[in-house]
Every structure is written in C-alpha cells, then in structure tokens.
C-alpha cells in the first residue's frame, strides 16, 4: 500500500489547483484536463484505500499521526484515519467531484478560477472526513466555505450573491459555535485529567469523557450543552429546519456541477460529524437527545416533502426533497439501533447519487430549454427520450424504488426507528409511522413533477432538441450505475460500515 495514502488522497487535489493556477487562462482545454485528471487519480487513490481496507475491524485503519503545532500544553497533531464510517464517504466525495468536473466541462468564463476553487473544495471535503484531531477537522471544515461561496458568487444564477451571502452566514456561525464547542470539550478533557493531558484527538477525548471517575468535572448539564451545541453546528451544514433557508437559495443559485457537490456530498458533513464527534464523544447524550433528534428528523422529512408539493422550479423541488430526505438520515441515527444507524449511512451514501444525478439532469435540461418552471415543460420524452429516461430513473431512486439504493436506506432507517427501545424513544412507532407518511408526499411530488415535465403535451419550441451528449453520459450512467449496484448488491457497502456501526452503538449501549 501506498505510504501515507490518505495525506495524498486529502492534499493531491491542491496539486492539480496549483497546475492550474500555472497555465494561461486561455488554455481552457488543458485546464479541463488537468482537473479532470487531478479528480480521476485521487479517484484511484480512493479505490485502493477502498480495495485495501480491512472490513472486519472497528478501528481507524491508514492512520497517520504526527506532532504538528505545540500551543503549550495543548499539542495538535496532524491525525489521519478512516473507519468504516469515513471510508464510504472518502470514496463518495471523489466519485462525486470527478462527475462534477465532467459536468462542469461547459463552463466558458474564468474556467482557469473555477476549477481551481473545485479542487480546493474537494481538498476540504477529504479533509473532514478523514481529520481525527477537532482543530484539523476544524480546519478542513472551514476550507469549505470559501470555495462555494465564489462558485456560487461568480458562477451561479441571477441571485447569486444574496445566495451565496446567506450561505456563508449561516455556515460561518455554525462554525463559530462548532469551534467553541471543541474548545470547551478540550478544555473540560483537560481538567478532568488535572492538566496533565491536553488533547483534541476525538479518539483520546471519547476516552476521557467515558471515565465515570471524572464526573465531578464533567457534570450531565456540561454535556448535554456542548452536545446541543454541536448539534446546532452540524445541523447548520445537513440542514435541520429551521436552520435550512440557506440551501435551497444555494442550491438552485448554483451551477449544475456545484449542485451536485453541494447536495451530493457537503450536506453529508453534518451528519458525518454528528456521528463522529457528538456521538462518538458524547454518547450519553445521544441517548439523551434521541427522541429530541427523531423528531427534528420527522419534522425534516414533512416539512421538506409539503414544500416541495407546492414547487414551480424544478431544481427548487429537488432541493426540497434533500431536506426531506436527509430527515430520514436523522430517524436511523436517532434509533441507535444497528439497522437505523446502517441506514443512516446507506442514507448519505444514496442520496449523494441520487441527488447529484437529479440536479445534472435538470441542468442539462435547463441549459437546451433555459426554463426551470415546471409548467412550461412537458413531453420531454418525445423530444430528448434519453435525458427523459434517465430524469425518470433518479426520480425513482429518490422515492425509493426497489432495485435501487433509495429503498434500502430508507428500509433500514425505518427498520431501526420503529424497533428503536422505548426506554430510549418512548413514541418511536408512532414517529416512525409519522415518518413514513412522507415518503408517500414523497412519491406525490416526484410523481406529479415527472408527470408534468417527461410527458403531457409538448411545445412545438422544444421540437429537436439535442439528446443527451457523449460526455453527459458518464455522469449519468455512473450515478445511476451505482445507485443501482448498491440497490440490488447492499453488502458492497454493508460489509464495510457493519463493524464500525456495531462499535457505535455498543458505546452508546443501544
């Protein structure tokens, strides 16, 4: 195996933006090349981390650890790892970002500025899903905003910047007290040890908050208020209502390619981090929380799927239907059972297909019909069949068709949810009874808009109208492609994520 694997699967991408930033602006095919190459190699890099990762252990495997910044008595370290939990989404955020390029080759102005805050976003996104040390997940996390907030300022659509503006405020102070909420735990790990062990490895600090010999520092209220905090944080970046009006702004606003990493993979962030920080350091409190957690998931998944019934654009109705779809993220996680929290996983994994494939789709079909507004769209199918066809398929994946990967995740969410314990979620059945009401809204929208815009009566303005390019095939057929692979052949990614699950859930005592 490659040495130090994952600090070139995080850094290789900066490697390409730096090739980049040393070729003339008016080279703009070399400049396509060298990012899609960049995204293609780290891709690889992926698979054999994927290929090379043990399946029957729960621990961090690939780990790099290094002493990096001395503040005193607070060392931080360059720590490196991936576990079960990290591993699919490591490979998610590169299978996402190379689609993303390659639907990105349409792009005309400042190409040379575009796929280079495109690299630098990917750097970011690795990152987190591989930093064990708060301050370096802290760091990558925050790399983030910068790069979406000028792709979507420069690049995005006539209201862009208000958009983007939102985006960064709303990110911005979830960091804040993201940040905050780490400094309060490094410092409380820090007195509970008498100041003589100052860490922010998440690893080291879950040792120390589960000593119940350090309970006299680190009291039930100090730990459901860092916990609370950080579950603000992260649900800032998931989003959980009512701190989602930043994403449908940034998500329509958003170029297609940028759509599709934003809804595909930055959204996972929020999850991710609930999972490895809150839970993982703090998993008396996931208990705490849980019926409180499962209710903002159910509150997600309604509120989502009713605004998205009452949807004129098309890319706003698939924004939508990422809220709602991500409230069934937070159902499984809720459970701490070992199929909710597995379909929470399966969850992000399949969403991050599914989503990025239905907004490439609605921006291909914008950029040869330049309308978004469902009303003026209609028999698409006898004029762009292929594009049609494939529109058709992610709207069926979304709702959780059988054979793709929608219905597995949300199988398993609702699987767990409903057999969650009642000393946990006293009201878990009805809440998931509650929950699966949204899945039928769910079917409705999705329904009704593919109804509207696939067939019906066509425009004779639309009449021979460019089928589906060369180049619009590889995403295409790689999104659908894997969605359905992990639909009909789930062990692919439960044989990786079960060992790992299994240990989170034992630490929390599900």
Do not use: C
């Given at each position: ?275 490895r920080i809150s839970y993982g350091i703090l998993p008396d409190q996931a208990v705490n929380f849980a019926t409180f957690i499962a209710i903002l998931g159910v509150v997600n998944i309604l509120y989502g799927a009713f ?63 330049n309308t978004r507004t469902i009303s003026e769209l209609g028999g698409l199918s006898k004029s762009v069949p292929v594009l049609a066809g494939f529109m058709l398929a992610a709207a069926m994946a979304s709702l959780g ?29 009805v809440i998931a009874v509650v929950g699966a009401i949204g899945i039928i809204f769910t079917a409705a929208y999705l329904l009704w808009a593919m109804q509207r815009t696939t067939f019906g009566k066509m425009d004779e ?50």
């Amino acid at each position: 195996m490659i040495p130090n694997l994952l600090t070139w699967i995080v850094f290789f991408p900066l490697v390409g933006a730096l090739l980049i930033l040393a070729i003339p602006r008016e080279q703009k095919n070399a400049i396509r090349s060298i990012a899609a190459g960049t995204s293609i190699i780290t891709l690889i890099l992926s698979i054999l981390a994927w290929i090379g990762f043990d399946r029957s252990q729960s621990g961090m495997q690939f780990v790099e650890s290094y002493s990096w910044i001395n503040l005193g008595d607070f060392q931080i370290y360059y720590d490196l790892g991936v576990d079960g939990l990290s591993m699919p989404l490591l490979l998610l955020v590169t299978l996402i970002t190379t689609l993303s390029i390659t639907a990105s080759f349409n792009i005309k102005e400042r190409v040379k500025e575009y796929f280079t805050w495109i690299l630098i976003l990917m750097t970011g996104l690795l990152g987190v899903f591989v930093a064990q040390d708060l301050f370096l997940f802290f760091l990558f996390f925050e790399l983030t905003l910068i790069p979406v907030f000028f792709l979507i300022s420069i690049w995005g659509g006539k209201e862009r910047e208000p958009a983007s503006i939102k985006f960064l405020i709303y990110n911005g102070l979830g960091s804040a007290v993201m940040v905050m909420a780490f400094i309060a735990l490094a410092y409380k790990a820090f007195e509970a040890t008498a100041f003589s062990h100052a860490t922010f490895n998440i690893s080291a600090l879950a040792d120390i908050f589960s000593n119940p010999e350090v309970s006299g520092v680190l009291t039930d209220s100090l730990k459901a208020g860092i916990f609370l905090a950080l579950l603000i944080a992260f649900a800032v970046k998931l989003p959980i209502i009512p701190l989602h009006t930043w994403l449908p702004n940034a998500y329509v606003e958003a170029p297609t390619g940028v759509s599709m990493m934003l809804a595909g993979v930055l959204s996972k962030m929020g999850a991710y981090g609930l999972l490895r920080i809150s839970y993982g350091i703090l998993p008396d409190q996931a208990v705490n929380f849980a019926t409180f957690i499962a209710i903002l998931g159910v509150v997600n998944i309604l509120y989502g799927a009713f605004i998205a019934l009452v949807q004129t654009d098309l890319k706003k109705l698939i924004a939508y239907s990422s809220i709602s779809h991500l409230g069934i993220v937070l159902l499984g996680v809720a459970s701490v059972t070992e199929a909710g929290i597995q379909g929470a996983v399966f969850q992000l994994v399949s969403h991050g297909f599914i989503v990025a494939l239905l907004f490439f789709m609605v921006g291909a079909i914008y950029e040869r019909t330049n309308t978004r507004t469902i009303s003026e769209l209609g028999g698409l199918s006898k004029s762009v069949p292929v594009l049609a066809g494939f529109m058709l398929a992610a709207a069926m994946a979304s709702l959780g068709l059988p054979g793709l990967s929608g219905f597995v995740s949300e199988l398993l969410a609702f699987i767990g949810i409903f057999g969650a314990s009642a000393e946990i979620i006293p009201a878990a059945r009805v809440i998931a009874v509650v929950g699966a009401i949204g899945i039928i809204f769910t079917a409705a929208y999705l329904l009704w808009a593919m109804q509207r815009t696939t067939f019906g009566k066509m425009d004779e303005k639309y009449l021979g109208l460019p089928d589906a390019r060369p180049m619009e095939y590889i995403p295409m057929i790689g999104l659908l492609g894997l969605s359905l692979l992990i639909g009909v052949y789930p062990s692919i990614l439960s044989d990786v994520i079960n060992t790992t699950v299994i240990d989170i859930v034992s630490k929390i005592g599900g």
